[in-house]
């Protein structure tokens, strides 16, 4: 019963709780309380995945008449029956395949991704025409133009971070609307919104598509762009910003880098015009944030912490 409820707990969360979430309004307006909602609901679908996981371990090694965990697969089948038996060690070899893929995936996520990265570093920093010894502040050491009429700005993380604009952008933009630009793409940097998003990229690949939300992961790269927003209008206006976005809309970057522009424009300028969301929106989420991670946190440490005493109460 514990392994089936854990089971249904991590199936709702990663595919009708994301969905439902994805389509809320509100998170919009209350960017950082969103991803913490978000971030809460992906650890607990994992921790529930592995809860659910060790549940049924737990019930195929449980200790026979002489107290040693049942190993043997016909004493288990004569145990709990053989239909149990098959659903558990099924549910099971799942949950041990998700882990292994999520841990795969992980891993290539982010070796593929920095390996764009440091390769398109090295590409600008040769077509960098940026006079870094000028007194303009706006162009600091991380700033890197290329010769280019399109209107791009994006950037790339990293150890070796790096803003990217392209001589149309600068020709475009008033000087205020370029240090929004640049104000946003270093709201990134400084957040390694990269590392949020190569996660749910990682989680998006792990579990099987037909459990998955397809919504998840673009509700979260709009939050990424909605937080980088902030600190750009406080750095500047929202209507500064607002023209600057408009200029970047068509705006692309590479695989790996965060742009300006993007097919969420319309929606950040609209958010821009938009009041804030009550606190007690924000609170909420915190809240509920919160009470999902306590459950599937407590269900995995408290096994393992009664495993662990039992050991040290025995020697």
Not at 40 to 50: M, N, P, T
Not at 223 to 238: G, I, K, N, S, W
Request: aromatic residues 6%; proline residues 5%; hydrophobic residues 50%.
């Amino acid at each position: 019963m514990t392994a089936l409820i854990f089971g249904v707990v991590t199936v709702i969360l990663i595919w009708p709780a994301a969905e439902l979430l994805s389509r809320a309004r509100w998170q919009i307006r209350a960017p950082r309380a969103a991803m913490t909602l978000w971030q809460a609901i992906a650890l607990a679908g994992v921790l529930s995945a592995f809860s659910c996981g060790l549940a049924i371990a737990s019930n195929l090694l449980e200790p026979g008449a002489d107290g040693a965990p049942t190993t043997n697969p016909v004493q288990e089948i004569d145990r709990i029956g053989l239909p149990l038996w098959l659903v558990s060690v099924t549910v099971l070899a799942i949950t041990l395949i998700i882990g292994v893929r999520l841990f795969y995936t992980t891993i290539r996520v982010g070796v593929r991704t920095r390996a764009r990265r440091a390769a398109h570093r090295h590409l600008i920093d040769l077509l960098d025409r940026c006079d870094h010894s000028s007194e303009n502040s706006l162009f600091a050491r991380d700033v890197r133009m290329i010769d280019v009429d399109t209107p791009l700005a994006y950037c790339l993380p990293g150890l070796r971070q790096r803003v990217v604009i392209s001589e149309g952008v600068v020709a475009r933009l008033s000087e205020d609307e370029l240090r929004a630009v640049l104000a946003h793409e270093r709201a990134h940097l400084r957040a390694r919104h990269d590392l949020v998003l190569e996660a749910f990229i990682a989680l998006h690949e792990a579990f099987p598509r037909f459990v998955r939300s397809k919504s998840a992961l673009g509700a979260v790269e709009l939050l990424v762009e909605a937080l980088a927003d902030d600190q750009a209008v406080a750095a500047t206006t929202p209507t500064t910003l607002g023209r600057a976005l408009v200029a970047c809309a068509d705006a692309v970057a590479p695989r790996g880098a965060m742009a300006v522009g993007g097919p969420t424009t319309l929606t950040r300028v609209h958010r821009l015009r938009d009041p804030r969301s009550p606190r007690w929106v924000s609170a909420a989420a915190y809240t509920t944030a919160a009470a999902i991670l306590v459950v599937p946190t407590l269900a995995v440490a408290i096994p393992w912490l009664t495993e662990l005493s039992r050991l040290f109460a025995a020697s």
